[in-house]
């Protein structure tokens, strides 16, 4: 079996494997660092635990909006019983005083956007 | 005998379909009536928000010095924006002559008091809202709680259907992102995006506070009473029986919880 123009093939065939695998190959044995959301020093609780809050904290702010705009339950009661307004502009960004340094470590890491700010005010550190 | 049962089967069908079609027919005209009913009926006991203006207080205190106390306290804490272009503009609590405000009130020859005169207008949180009946995604709605008429603003996909609805304009529309339009943000309370509809809230984050709403508090002319519509020793209901009171376009059947005391 002949490949006609053998020597123009193959060659272009590597570099197209070269172009599309240099991403990988550049970046192998060095990960992107993992994102380090700065947490609060005053306090040491959240609402909830930190293995909820990490993995759920988005599915509990889509239940304060429902809770406090359309039940008008202005009430949460979160670990030990402990009661809080929940409310992300009055309540979670007062402990977390840095949206730059907290919310946005993890969102930029992971490449999402969400839409909270185009409504919700942000800490002044943005303004 | 074949002709012949054709021609009955053909009048007994389009009998069936007039008589199918009118009770449709009776079916709507006897639901909105009921509708009305059920509404002033429910208004009679459970928690209802509304507000009384007595607008020669307000005309009053005015004679002394111009006053927008209600409006500056109420656009400042909900963060409204404020914007010149009439076709752009948002508007929470705002002023309109007595003509605009009840152009079916009366007639062409109104009292020297009232005509020219301004009237604070906002959103009537009407028993009816024809804004809530008209929203496709359930984003404007009555709390059954106190009958206030929220906007969920996550759920708005700006198609202002509820715009048209209002026969009050009550509502606003934001054409473009309002922030740069809002001279000092209140940290406390959010703003709104571009490409959603709103409306006073009758400061629905300060009754949550036992608070009366922010136009009523700072009103020193004492023009605006709150209360509960379905307490009959309520002190809106006591203003209500002294006095004569009008409200916004009542013949429409909306239902409007702002009265005006002339």
Redesign the interface.
Known sequence: MKIYDANKIIPGLLILVGLFTFPFLYNIGGAAPAPKPELPKEQKTCVQSLAFMKAGHMQLLNDWRDQVVRQANRVYVGLDGKEFNPSLQNTCMECHTSKVKFCDQCHNYAGVTPYCWDCHIAPKENQ | MMDGSRRSFLKIGGLSVLGLSGVRVWNVFAATQEAGHEAAAEAAGALQWAMVIDMKKCWDYQEKQPCTDCMTACHGIH?VPEIADPKREIKWLWTDLYQHAFPTEGHEYPPAEAKGKPFLLLCNHCSNPPCVRVCPTQAT?K?P??GVV?M???RCIGCRYCMAGCPYGSRSFNWQDPRPFIKE?N????????GVVEKCNFC?ERL?KNLYPACVEVCKAKALTFGNLGDPTSPVRELLKQHYTIRRKNELGTGPNVYYIV
């Not at chain 2, 940290?187 to 571009?194: S, Y």
Request: net charge neutral.
């Open positions: 963060n709605f709390r709680e106190d929220m969920d603003f996550h943000l940290m406390q309370f959010p703003t709104r995006t571009k629905a949550a």
